[in-house]
């Protein structure tokens, strides 16, 4: 059974500081790790993917992978209050399977 | 260009009755993915279709559930004889290639609740 683990948070940040968010994997053979933001009551939204070990920056995010340890996680550089969402990972494997997901952490930016 | 259409956005169903979903990909994509969240949680895989075929339904329930997505027209997930625990949110995504590497983009979600 594919799994794919986040903590749930809620995670509190201040506006402005970084918020880090994490996801483990059980799946050796995934290839493709997928960011997505999902606000309440609505379908998630892709922010960022990552194939390969290291780092993938775009604008205030940072996705960093690490297959060895079979992790991967987003920074949110200068957090604002509309970046307070429920941050979902999501893996995917080889062809012909569709995504797994985690159940998503919550984040509250404050102002 | 638009994006996954997904109808309806709500449905109330009355125990026992058939809900029927409807998604239409985007444009220039195969590939459909069925995913249901219930709240709280994240998204649960039901289903992979590519045009008249399913790839993986590993994640649908044995009983009531079926899927399909014809050569013309949406792909549907029909749900017999609701029962109230079948009260979720069902997302749609679509891709544009199966290779596992592709990202999905999500429809705006159907809501159904079972009264």
């Known amino acids: 059974q594919k799994e794919v683990e986040q903590n749930s948070g809620p995670l509190s940040v201040p506006e402005g500081a970084i918020a880090s968010l994490n996801c483990t994997y059980s799946?050796?053979?995934?290839?493709?790790f997928f960011w997505y933001r999902q606000y309440s009551g609505k379908s998630p939204e892709l922010i960022m993917f990552?194939?390969?070990?290291g780092d993938k920056e775009d604008g205030r995010f940072t996705a960093q992978l690490n297959k060895a340890s079979q992790y991967v996680s987003l920074l949110i550089r200068d957090s604002q209050p509309s970046d307070s969402a429920t941050y979902l990972c999501?893996?995917?494997?080889?062809?012909?399977?569709?995504?797994?997901f985690g159940k998503g952490t919550t984040l509250s930016v404050s102002s | 260009n638009a994006g996954v259409m997904q109808n309806p956005r709500h449905l109330v169903r009355r125990r026992g009755q058939e809900a029927r979903l409807r998604c239409s990909p985007m444009?220039?994509?195969?590939?459909v993915y069925w995913y249901r969240q219930l709240p709280e949680e994240g998204l649960k895989f039901m289903v992979y279709?590519?045009?008249?075929?399913?790839?993986?339904e590993s994640g649908m329930p044995k009983e009531r559930f079926s899927a399909e997505f014809p050569k013309e027209g949406p792909s549907i997930l029909r749900i017999q004889q609701v029962v109230r625990g079948d009260s979720a949110a069902y997302f749609c995504?679509?891709?544009?290639?199966?290779?596992?590497?592709?990202?999905?983009?999500f429809g705006q979600g159907t809501r159904l609740t079972v009264v």
């Open positions: 995504a679509s891709s544009d290639t199966g290779s596992g590497n592709t990202e999905a983009f």
């Open positions: 799946d050796r053979g995934s290839q493709s």
């Open positions: 990552i194939y390969s070990n």
């Open positions: 999501a893996v995917g494997g080889q062809a012909g399977t569709a995504l797994i």
């Open positions: 444009k220039g994509h195969s590939h």
């Open positions: 279709l590519q045009k008249e075929n399913i790839i993986d």
